[in-house]
T-cell receptor, first 117, second 114 residues
Framework: AQTVTQSQPEMSVQEAETVTLSCTYDTSENNYYLFWYKQPPSRQMILVIRQEAYKQQNATENRFSVNFQKAAKSFSLKISDSQLGDTAMYFCAFMKHVLGYGQNFVFGPGTRLSVLP | NAGVMQNPRHLVRRRGQEARLRCSPMKGHSHVYWYRQLPEEGLKFMVYLQKENIIDESGMPKERFSAEFPKEGPSILRIQQVVRGDSAAYFC????????????FGPGTRLTVL
């Protein structure tokens, strides 16, 4: 079974600085997808960034980028120029690709990020 | 284009009653996913449906829980004979065509069992 671990339950960062959230996962699969989702106090789940395992290039979305290390099964999220609106729970998620249908959606326990003014 | 709609937003039930949670996916989306989030925990996958079909229910408890996504109308997550441990936030998400398209989440239904 796949597992996703986020070893940092809580983190804080000063506004405008950079912070990295860690995520590791365990799988024997070779074809899968990884995601970072953000859940602000409103509790709405928002996709931050997505990475296909077969792509070597790290995904980037504006101030958000990932460091995907497939061999190490590591998928960290870097937030640059942190903003107060980045305060939220961040969940790392794994999705296995099977015969055109996704199965085994697994979320990590989350990291609570606080951006301080 | 309205987002994923869930209702009710809050549902209170007494032990032994039934809970029905509704999810209307975004227009044009044919894939629906249900997740459960216990307090201070991450989301736990429950079930993945495509119109009229259950694709993956590996996260669904074997008893008391069922889900459907009929040809017409919203997806329904049904919990029979609720117990206190069912108290949680239940999120629905939908995606367009391919399962790995972005999942858009609804605002969730918070179920409280007294």
């Amino acid at each position: 079974a796949q597992t996703v671990t986020q070893s940092q339950p809580e983190m804080s960062v000063q506004e405008a600085e950079t912070v990295t959230l860690s995520c590791t996962y365990d799988t024997s699969e070779n074809n899968y997808y990884l995601f970072w989702y953000k859940q602000p106090p409103s509790r709405q789940m928002i996709l931050v960034i997505r990475q296909e395992a077969y792509k070597q290039q790290n995904a980037t979305e504006n101030r958000f980028s990932v460091n995907f290390q497939k061999a190490a099964k590591s998928f960290s999220l870097k937030i640059s120029d942190s903003q107060l609106g980045d305060t939220a729970m961040y969940f790392c998620a794994f999705m296995k690709h099977v015969l055109g249908y996704g199965q085994n959606f697994v979320f990590g326990p989350g990291t609570r990020l606080s951006v301080l003014p | 284009n309205a987002g994923v709609m869930q209702n009710p937003r809050h549902l209170v039930r007494r032990r032994g009653q039934e809970a029905r949670l509704r999810c209307s996916p975004m227009k044009g989306h044919s894939h629906v996913y249900w997740y459960r989030q216990l307090p201070e925990e991450g989301l736990k996958f429950m079930v993945y449906l495509q119109k009229e079909n259950i694709i993956d229910e590996s996260g669904m408890p074997k008893e008391r829980f069922s889900a459907e996504f009929p040809k017409e109308g919203p997806s329904i997550l049904r919990i029979q004979q609720v117990v206190r441990g069912d108290s949680a936030a239940y999120f629905c998400a939908s995606s367009r065509d391919r399962w790995y398209d972005e999942q858009f989440f609804g605002p969730g239904t918070r179920l409280t069992v007294l």
